[in-house]
């Protein structure tokens, strides 16, 4: 495996960016948990440490707390929301060695999110959030995902939204 580069700042932009495609998907969490708040902490947690207000320390708890919503939810809408909120606040925790594994955690938020409004809307309301992070994706984001190896399609249809996804961003603006 290779090493990828990622400064703090990239960390920073990856999970703004990674709060910003979860938040599009968190009211359907919270239609269906309106008292969970572990979710909205996640994405409040992600972007303190993108403002600089917290340390990074902090965010595992809070992404681990939003992942229990996720399992605690009972409707498959709310549960990938809840997922893409905690994959947000995951995501400054992704390690300098390029692998499938980090690549999907890069990409999660925006995958789950996609997923969520896909649940609710259909196909085309899936497809449409992926444009939308790809769209929005800083060049940060884009630099880290074109370290990484490239993924294929794969047979579900989070994999299809994360063949998009990493296709998509590894090509110039």
Known sequence: MTEVTISDE???LLGLWAADCAERAL???EATAPSD???REAL???RAYAREEIRKG???ALATAALAAARDAGDPAATAAARAAGYAAAAPYIHALASPHQAKHALASAMYGALARERVAGAAAGDEEIRWAIEHAP???RSIVRQMPVFS???SRLDAFRHALDAALRHAR
């Open 37 to 39: 708040t572990r979710p």
């Open 44 to 46: 409040e947690g992600i």
């Open 58 to 60: 902090p965010l595992r």
């Open 139 to 141: 060049d940060a984001v």
């Open 10 to 12: 990239g960390r920073r």
């Open 27 to 29: 009211p359907l969490f």
């Open 153 to 155: 399609p794969g047979r």
